[in-house]
């Protein structure tokens, strides 16, 4: 990957989308770093990334639900930084809540499709045109563990009605946009929880030493090098493609009735 790219990275003042920012910016990429309420830690990591790796940073405040946020957040990137290359849509509404679709009102229904299928199309909208003019960029989305499958997940209604719309729209895009060099792919966590996304595959190594137990604890660099291989440049044969990093798990599966 060349040095002057630019990833923008929703969601990544913490979890999986902070460490998908340290994988890329050890890759020399400049990023944008996106966060709704965590600004104080999202400034935090902007610094650690410049310092560390000597790279550019944006820090962009915005809710990737409203569209007029989206706008706002894409206008300013590329202000600033002239392009924008890669664009990792990784926030996205989850209801911890054991939730039955008919106990959803309509705003909070609303929210969860806005913030995890139509956050993507307003991004894609603004941005797609700009990785045409260059004939290169790199889109990748964020799922569920067989979300490719549109599977049922009781009490999770919304969000995977609106992951298994990405789905599509992934594969969609994908299509549409090769004659552009333009790859689109979906990467599907497994069950990543807590301080272990963020953490780095030699902590789970290091916790399980001696241990026989397989397959290991999943973490946030898991995910952050399936993404950054995705982001590089001859990558570019993988378009459209689903892929799981699940440690072979069954997430939904855990569902209790």
């Not at 790796?53 to 639900?65: A, F, M, P």
């Not at 926030?91 to 913030?115: C, H, L, S, T």
């Not at 030493?209 to 399936?226: F, K, N, W």
């Amino acid at each position: 990957m060349k040095d002057n790219k630019v990833a923008f990275i929703t969601g990544s003042a913490t979890g999986l989308g902070k460490r998908t920012a340290i994988e890329l910016a050890k890759k020399g990429l400049n990023i944008i770093l996106n966060y709704r309420s965590s600004g104080e830690k999202a400034r935090e990591l902007a610094s650690l990334l410049e310092e560390e790796y000597k790279i550019r940073t944006l820090v962009l405040q915005g809710d990737i639900s409203e569209y007029s946020d989206c706008e706002s957040m894409v206008f300013r990137g590329m202000e600033y930084f002239g392009h924008i290359d890669i664009l990792i849509n990784n926030a996205g509404p989850y209801v911890f809540e054991r939730k039955r679709m008919m106990d959803y009102d309509v705003e909070q229904w609303n929210y969860m499709i806005n913030g995890n299928l139509n956050s993507a199309f307003y991004l894609c909208k603004f941005i797609i045109p700009a990785m045409r003019q260059k004939e290169w960029g790199r889109i990748i989305n964020i799922g569920f563990d067989r979300a490719q499958t549109a599977p049922a997940w009781k009490y999770r209604s919304a969000f995977a009605a609106a992951k298994t719309g990405l789905v599509s729209l992934t594969k969609t895009l994908a299509l549409e946009e090769a004659d552009y060099g333009i790859t689109v792919n979906m990467v599907c966590p497994g069950d990543i929880r807590g301080e272990w996304k963020e953490a780095d595959i030699a902590d789970v190594r290091q916790r399980a030493e001696g241990q026989a137990s397989l397959p290991r604890i999943g973490t946030g660099e898991d995910i952050a090098r399936t993404i950054a291989f995705l982001c590089e440049e001859n990558s570019d044969f993988i378009t459209g493609s689903i892929i799981e990093v699940t440690g072979g798990k069954d997430v939904l599966s855990k569902v209790k009735e």
